[in-house]
């Protein structure tokens, strides 16, 4: 547990930038880290931590989850416990009855009797896949989960069921997702019903992989037929989820993949700027050339961390205040144009896996 840096990091923030007190705005961004603090990226990222938590919290509606959950068929305002969960664990804050709630109405009202969580009244691939990794979160953190929510496990393995019916049509991002789900799902159950999905989605994601020369390639985001096949704004997804998964198990063939993908990522970047070209996106034309936009800002600031600890690119960036807050103030702009919806879905997968790179203490 680091809660003494939890409490110094807040008593910083409250000390050094009271300007309207250190609770959050009506948009739920807090102002404590309006200018970047003179000491180490360590110290910053603590910070920014704590302007996400105070974020999240502000929306928590008191009962059983946050801002619009309880407004329609749609799992990813609850998507918070997984921040919440690596609150709990790494900071030593306590979200537990909170993440309990939150559970219970997500699988009351929320989950489909085919197993599939919702998305705007839809059944999700991606959002079942990291609901299911919430909730396997939740156990591990707090295995007494398990007689507080009776039917935690059965609705697990029932989502995980219906991730086994799809077939997806190419191996992209959404893939990567479920490959996620089946790694943890064989750490919880040692079934061969979930290590056999790792294996045929890995043989998709594998064989529909386009390598674009020996050093560089992507998943693809688009039917095989596709000239081209590339979105470049989402291979900042693709290399957030990949680089998750192989924090999970040493994988080799995904090892690979990843690596090219970062190579890819990294002729179209500018670490000047902080911004990607996307002309070579397959939505260039339709979506950005009219608006004469042909960069957009790196909006997933893990995938630096996951540049720097596989292909040893940016390791300058993400241990440096200045750049750290503007990466975090690029991934929260997305938040503001996404409603506030990737706030509850992405801050650890985008945000908070790289305090691994700070985890210097015991």
């Not at 489909?112 to 839809?122: H, W």
């Not at 295995?143 to 049509?169: G, Y």
């Not at 799902?185 to 056999?196: E, G, M, P």
């Not at 650890?348 to 790179?357: H, K, L, S």
Request: aromatic share 14%; hydrophobic share 40%.
């Amino acid at each position: 547990m680091r809660a003494s840096k939890w409490i110094l990091s807040s008593m910083i923030a409250c000390a050094i930038y009271f300007v309207g007190g250190c609770s959050g705005e009506s948009d739920g961004r807090s102002d404590t880290t309006s200018e970047v603090i003179g000491t180490s990226g360590e110290a910053q990222f603590n910070l920014l931590v704590r302007e996400l938590y105070d974020s999240i919290e502000s929306h928590w509606d008191g009962e059983a989850g946050w801002m619009n959950y309880s407004s329609g068929l749609d799992v990813r305002y609850q998507e918070s416990i997984t921040f919440l969960l690596f609150m709990d664990s790494t900071y030593g804050t306590n979200n537990k009855s909170k993440i309990v709630s939150s559970i219970k109405y997500s699988l009351e009202y929320l989950q489909d009797g085919t197993g599939a969580f919702y998305i705007e009244g839809d059944l999700g691939y991606v959002r079942t896949s990291l609901y299911i990794v919430g909730m396997l979160k939740a156990i591990e953190v707090y295995p007494e989960i398990v007689l507080e929510v009776p039917n935690i496990e059965e609705s697990i393995k029932s989502a995980a069921n219906w991730i086994i019916s799809v077939e997806k049509e190419w191996g992209g991002n959404h893939q990567i997702f479920g490959l996620i789900a089946f790694e943890l799902l064989t750490r919880r159950y040692n079934d061969v019903a979930y290590s056999s999905q790792i294996a045929r989605i890995k043989f998709n994601l594998v064989s529909d992989f386009v390598h674009v020369n020996d050093e560089m390639g992507y998943f693809p985001e688009g039917p095989k037929e596709w000239d081209n096949r590339l979105l470049m704004p989402i291979v900042q997804t693709q290399i957030m989820a990949t680089g998750f998964y192989l924090s999970l198990t040493d994988d080799s063939d995904m090892k690979l993949l990843l690596e090219k993908t970062i190579r890819s990522f990294v002729h179209y970047f500018d670490s000047s700027s902080l911004r990607i070209d996307i002309t070579d996106s397959y939505d260039f034309g339709n979506k950005y050339q009219p608006l004469g936009v042909h960069t957009i800002p790196i909006e997933v600031p893990s995938v630096l961390l996951y540049s720097c600890l596989y292909i040893g690119e940016y390791c300058d960036l993400i241990d440096e205040a200045a750049e750290i807050k503007l990466l975090h103030d690029n991934m929260r702009d997305n938040f503001v144009r996404d409603n506030y919806l990737t706030l509850f879905t992405d801050p650890y997968y985008r945000f908070a896996v790289m305090e691994t790179i700070f985890n210097k203490e015991s």
